[in-house]
């Protein structure tokens, strides 16, 4: 299990890695590494480690003895007066486990030592695929960029076109005056990109817990297409290999030694004491010894084991419970990657080359006169809505991803992508 959650870790999600001469970007694997060394919640499962050793280790020991000292027969009255008739007593006393129960206690221990590492493998799977989450979200706003300013550049050329048409008096200045609007929208949304940019880089710095200082490295961009997924019902044949269920399985362990140090209780522990009494009357000596058994402990018992075995029994339909909200969950998942991998293939093969034609032929018959501004401004609207649209597609298909990744413990690379989704 910890292997393949170390292979899932590494490559939760893989991204297209667009590197340049001048700076390598600041990719996942950057990020995961940072997780995985300084988030809290992972450090914190090295003291609750040596907590729990500690706690095995004083599950392993036995009872501890006693030395005990009576004194009997002084400051009286009559015969008694003085120490004369004074007794003492000097005794070892314990007690002696019976049932097993130092055995059940150490097997508790054990349990809970073993399920702390099916937890820290689960807790960090959460972390990383929270991490990959915000890095597609800073990936998808720096990707918006390029679409901004591709759409800023083309409303300046409607803008300097229709301010052409309006000095030539052949259209009003109304049309220059909203495309030249247009243009400060534009800019708009390119100023506001960069603090949603600085937002998202400290969303995601905030997971190692490091200052946010310069400027928002560049990061790795989203990928074009999802990897090949296995059919709906192999993926689902795979939660029972999920971290939420096996760590089912150890707690399971868990309540099972439980149950075992509950029914060790109805054999009841012996106490005993060994020791030597001096009379002072006489200096004679005398050995004395002393053996108890409580009565009635395994009726006694008899609650607590009942409520071991029911928690026990409980858990099984608790996991039954689990298992079929993550299939739910995974079904879903699996929807939204087919869905939205259909959706953006359409939009790159299909809708965006006929907008991108109509957009140049809308140019043409704008400055031959036989086209209005607003038609023209409208079909560039929708090529910048269309192109938002892809990607929005193609990060909801690797939001959906991680979630199936995160859900199954498995990890699909890029090398598994679909045939012809890329160019």
Known sequence: MSNRLAALAAGLMVLAVATGAAAQPFTLEDAHERVVQFHPDLRLFVPRREGLEADARAAALRPALEAQVDLENVLGSGPLQGTRSAELTLSLAGVLERGGKREARRALAAARIDALSVQRAAKQLDLLAEATRRYVDLAALQAQRPLLAEDLAQRRRIAHAARQ???????????????????????????????????????????????????????????????????????????????????????????????????????????????????????????????????????????????????????????????????AVAVDAWSQVESGALQADRLRTEVLPRLERAAAQSERAYRAGALSYLEWAAVQTDITTSRFALLEARVATQRALIELQRLTAESWTASDAREGDTE
Not at 240 to 254: G, K, T, Y
Not at 269 to 279: E, M
Not at 287 to 307: C, K, N, Y
Request: net charge negative; aromatic share 4%; no cysteine.
């Open 165 to 327: 048409r309006f000095a030539a008096g052949a259209a009003p200045e109304a049309s220059a005056l909203a495309a030249e609007a247009g243009i400060a929208q534009a800019e708009a949304r390119l100023a506001t990109l960069d603090a949603q940019q600085a937002a998202a880089w400290r969303r995601l710095s905030l997971l190692w817990g490091a200052p946010v200082e310069g400027p928002v490295p560049e990061v790795t961009p989203v990928p074009e297409s999802p990897p090949a997924l296995p059919t709906l019902a192999e993926l689902t044949a795979r939660i029972a290999e999920s971290p939420e269920l096996l760590a089912f399985a150890d707690e399971a362990r868990i309540r099972e030694a439980r149950l075992r140090l509950a029914e060790t209780e109805a054999s009841p522990d012996a106490d005993w004491s060994v020791g030597v009494r001096r009379l002072q009357d006489g200096s004679d000596t005398g050995l004395v010894a002393g053996f108890s058994l409580p009565l009635g402990t395994r009726r006694r018992a008899e609650p607590a084991i009942a409520a071991a075995r029911a928690e026990r029994e409980a858990l099984g339909m608790q996991r039954e419970s689990a298992a079929l909200q993550l299939e």
